[in-house]
């Protein structure tokens, strides 16, 4: 189940590479329905928050009406930063599955772990390395392209 | 200028009090321009990234047309949590000025200090303690609001 909920999160991924954006997509899932995906648009909407989860987080609550997304699993291909993190325990979604490592910004064991932190009032279960060459490879290619494109 | 720019970001809390959300209030200030203000709007838009900070980020990047707000200051009554922090990482901010301490979930310096760690491509500038008596009461007077409301 996790790896096809990955694929969607995948495809989401493909969406940002489409649209010149980082590669980075997101679904989450709530009883066995998808209420949120998202990719980056950071460049796409001008806003340094459009980040792929926030963008799920935000479709998310709308769908169940509320701010709390217990009992949600969010799958995303990159390793959440500080800012998705962060969005990730005030969402309170309780696991998060994650394709390749972020090992420059990642916050969910790479740089350090704020999913884990006694401090604060939620903490998040995490399975890292599913699909993971997949989500790294897209993270490659697109680098590759933006570098052949200069 | 510094309390000047707070009494701004103190007015943005009040709108929230007013409200029944949690009293924050931020604005960003860009040469001597106001370019993003906002206040938590979280049980409104039933939206758990709806922080006062997020809401002024994006106003400011929509105003200056990128999501770069390099050369900004951001006033915010009080400490950013991870996601705001992280927000703020990625927004480009230079500098923050906070009035009252956030001891749980604050990530500026009280629970850790997001923006001073060598792994992330960007630093801020912190100045603490503006307002702080204020930006604190204000917090005192809603949490024992709720709790008589109860």
Known sequence: ???????????????????????????????????????????????????????????????????????????????????????IISSRIDRLVIGAKGPKMGCCGSTMNLLDNPNFNHRVDITFGILEEECSQIMKDFFKKLRNRK
């Not at 909920?5 to 940002?16: Q, V």
């Not at 997509?25 to 792929?52: F, Q, S």
């Open 1 to 87: 189940m996790d790896e096809k909920y990955m694929e969607l999160a995948l495809e989401e991924a493909y969406k940002a590479f489409s649209t010149y954006e980082v590669p980075v997509g997101a679904v989450i899932v709530n009883n066995g329905k998808i209420i949120g995906k998202g990719y980056n648009k950071r460049e796409t909407l001008k806003d340094p928050t459009a980040h792929a989860e926030i963008i799920a987080i935000k479709e998310a609550s709308q769908y169940l009406g509320g701010w709390r997304l217990l009992g949600s699993t969010m799958y995303v291909t990159v390793e959440p930063c500080a800012m998705c993190a962060g969005a």
